[in-house]
């Protein structure tokens, strides 16, 4: 990886706005279809594989999988993991709620 693409992107309040916005529109979405349209028109189909990824990763992670495991099955990194592992373990997390909440659903992460 080239060395300026591992520096960290400052976010502007010109792109907290549009962060906001973007929020605020995907709340506004209540129908899968019509989101996995959104999000096919959004992202490439490399970022929508690393946010399959990121979220299957999670699921596996409050399943109890080993963080090994994780890294050899999704040919992941461990920071990756600690990020998710971090996230799962605040007392706040919204992601939580959401797996939970898939979880009492029947949602299946595979």
């Known amino acids: 990886m080239h060395r300026s693409m591992k520096r960290a992107i400052k976010r502007t309040k010109e792109d907290e706005r549009a962060f906001a916005n973007l929020c605020a529109t995907l709340v506004e979405i209540q129908d899968a279809k019509v989101m996995a349209s959104f999000m096919e028109g959004m992202l490439t189909p490399a970022e929508m594989t690393e946010v399959s990824r990121r ?55 595979e």
Do not use: Y
Request: aromatic content about 4%; hydrophobic content about 35%.
């Open 55 to 109: 979220w299957r990763l999670l699921h596996l992670l409050h399943d109890g999988m080993p963080q090994r495991q994780i890294a050899a099955l999704l040919r992941t990194s461990f920071c990756k993991i600690t990020r998710g592992s971090r996230e799962l373990k605040r007392p706040d997390s919204a992601v939580r709620m959401l797996i939970d909440s898939n979880k009492t659903k029947g949602v299946s992460h």
